[in-house]
């Protein structure tokens, strides 16, 4: 099993461009939560507009008329607002140093240091805190569980 390396010397968020350990990876855990629950709602929504788009524009009676029109425009600016929230809020998680995985899913990485290797700690909405790590660039699926005798 790997062991991830502690920096207790090092308790606060880490800095951009610094790797992450167990413990700056949790300290900015809560906000990491609140920007992913964020993002859940928004990619639902936008899904559900794009869905309903979708089938709208399959019927051409539908959308030729003018009532339809100014409603499908309405979906249209709704959706691209709603689009502009959740590439905010990718912005917002970029300026932390932490990576959504794409296409999204919940799950987020957090670039850190694991036996003199480049990888990623890895947190999903599921999990109870930052209990999981993976090779960069591999997705969530791939992630393996953290030794925690090193961790604490």
């Known amino acids: 099993m790997v062991r991830a390396i502690e920096n207790t010397d090092e308790p606060s968020p880490s800095q951009v461009g610094e790797p992450f350990t167990v413990d700056t990876a949790t300290a900015t855990l809560p906000l990491v939560k ?4 964020d ?5 639902r929504t936008v899904e559900r507009q794009r869905e309903r788009l979708s089938v709208v524009d399959e019927l051409q009676d539908t959308t030729e008329r003018s009532d339809c029109q100014e409603e499908l425009a309405d979906i249209r600016i709704s959706m691209e607002a709603e689009e502009q929230q959740f590439a905010a ?25 694991i036996n003199r290797r480049a990888v990623c700690l ?11 790590w ?14 925690r005798k090193v961790t604490h």
């Open 89 to 113: 809020c990718i912005r917002e998680l970029n300026a932390l140093g932490v990576e959504p995985h794409m296409p999204f899913d919940g799950s987020v990485d957090f670039p850190s240091v």
């Open 122 to 132: 890895c947190w999903h909405p599921n999990d109870q805190g930052v209990e999981y």
């Open 39 to 43: 993002m859940m709602r928004l990619n």
């Open 34 to 37: 609140r920007i992913v629950a």
């Open 134 to 147: 993976h090779e960069m660039g591999q997705p969530a699926s791939s992630r393996q569980k953290l030794d």
